[in-house]
T-cell receptor
Framework: DARVTQTPRHKVTEMGQEVTMRCQPI?????VFWYRQTMMQGLELLAY????????DSGMPKDRFSAEMPDATLATLKIQPSEPRDSAVYFC?????????????FGPGTRLLVL | GNSVTQMEGPVTLSEEAFLTINCTYT??????LFWYVQYPGEGLQLLLK?????DKGSNKGFEATYRKETTSFHLEKGSVQVSDSAVYFC??????????????FGKGTKLTVNP
């Protein structure tokens, strides 16, 4: 049963520290999405990759957030420096990249708390 | 821009009650429509989808029909179970030709089913 995996599942850190979240998409999927979920804003798309190339990161605060895909099996989302307002659940999702109507498969999320 | 509006929660029902969660959308082009479900502590998973007008998506006793004339995709289930307690998200993807599969989500509706 193929699944998207995310590490760590939980992270508590202090303001100003760097945070790195990792995602392993389902083997064979060529699109990867990063979402942030908060009570106030709901689910927001932060970044979107196809074949490891960033297609859209317009939802991501550029000054402190960065997203990369070093290889096809790993996507990373970094926050430097972190702030309390970054506290949220961060989800990674992957898909087969077949266009509109394609299902996205979500990981279990990383719950981040910045003190 | 594209947007999804779904009914505010929370919704509390007794087991075997009828469920309706309303969802309406605004989109350019011809969107695909989705319902995702999030169980406590987990990531989202696809419940059902419809990719063109008048299509009906169904899964696990849930149904939703893509109504272009009313721009709606309401979720229904005839008899809910305690295990259906979760947060339900309506979503759409709509892209220009060759464009992205980005999902736009509604705010989510929390459903609690009591025995």
């Amino acid at each position: 049963d193929a699944r998207v995996t995310q590490t760590p599942r939980h992270k508590v850190t202090e303001m100003g520290q760097e945070v790195t979240m990792r995602c392993q998409p389902i083997l064979g999927h060529n699109t990867v999405f990063w979402y942030r979920q908060t009570m106030m804003q709901g689910l927001e798309l932060l970044a979107y990759f196809r074949n490891r190339a960033p297609l859209d990161d317009s939802g991501m605060p550029k000054d402190r957030f960065s997203a990369e895909m070093p290889d096809a099996t790993l996507a990373t989302l970094k926050i430097q420096p972190s702030e309390p307002r970054d506290s949220a659940v961060y989800f990674c999702a992957s898909g087969r990249g077949r266009g509109v109507g394609e299902t996205q498969y979500f990981g279990p999320g990383t719950r981040l708390l910045v003190l | 821009g594209n947007s999804v509006t779904q009914m505010e929660g929370p919704v509390t029902l007794s087991e075997e009650a009828f469920l309706t969660i309303n969802c309406t959308y605004t989109a350019t082009g011809y969107p695909s429509l989705f319902w995702y479900v999030q169980y406590p502590g987990e990531g989202l998973q696809l419940l059902l989808k419809a990719t063109k007008a008048d299509d009906k998506g169904s899964n696990k006793g849930f149904e939703a029909t893509y109504r272009k004339e009313t721009t709606s995709f309401h979720l229904e289930k005839g008899s809910v179970q305690v295990s259906d307690s979760a947060v339900y998200f309506c979503a759409l993807s709509a892209a220009p030709q060759g464009g992205s599969e980005k999902l736009v989500f509604g705010k989510g509706t929390k459903l609690t089913v009591n025995p």
